[in-house]
């Protein structure tokens, strides 16, 4: 059974930086893809962002171009999502996605596979 573990989260003031982590329990990590999806109170959940099974390619929400990048290493298991410049609008509960796949879109299609998700808390 695929498992979907984040690590990372936590609170940071408004400028400052955090990296999420993402372990997928999967014999075969890079025949998945892997994205991120966040949800803030009262909103619906929301595409961040998705990486293809080599990291070459990968696409982002407009709201995060420029300030998050998504990256893996297949060799661990793992995905990362390194965020910079964060802004209190960024505060939400930042769940890691999976689906089978060399490239899954996830901005059109939903992951396969949930984390439980990482709070991530942005003060002003």
């Known amino acids: 059974q695929v498992q979907v573990v984040e690590s990372g989260g936590g609170l940071v003031q408004a400028g400052g930086s955090l990296r999420l982590s993402c372990e997928l329990s999967?014999?075969?990590?890079?025949?998945?893809?892997m994205g991120w999806f966040r949800q803030a109170p009262g909103k619906e959940r929301e595409f961040v962002c998705v990486v293809s099974w080599t990291g070459r390619n990968a696409y982002y929400a407009d709201s995060v171009k420029g300030r998050f990048t998504i990256s893996r290493e297949n060799e661990k298991n793992t995905a990362y999502l390194q965020m910079i410049n964060l802004k209190p609008d960024d505060t939400a509960v930042y769940y890691c996605?999976?689906?089978?796949?060399?490239?899954?879109?996830?901005?059109?299609?939903?992951?396969?596979?949930w984390g439980q998700g990482t709070q991530v808390t942005v003060s002003s």
């Open positions: 996605a999976a689906a089978l796949g060399v490239f899954v879109d996830f901005r059109i299609k939903d992951p396969s596979h």
């Open positions: 999967a014999r075969t990590f890079s025949s998945y893809t």
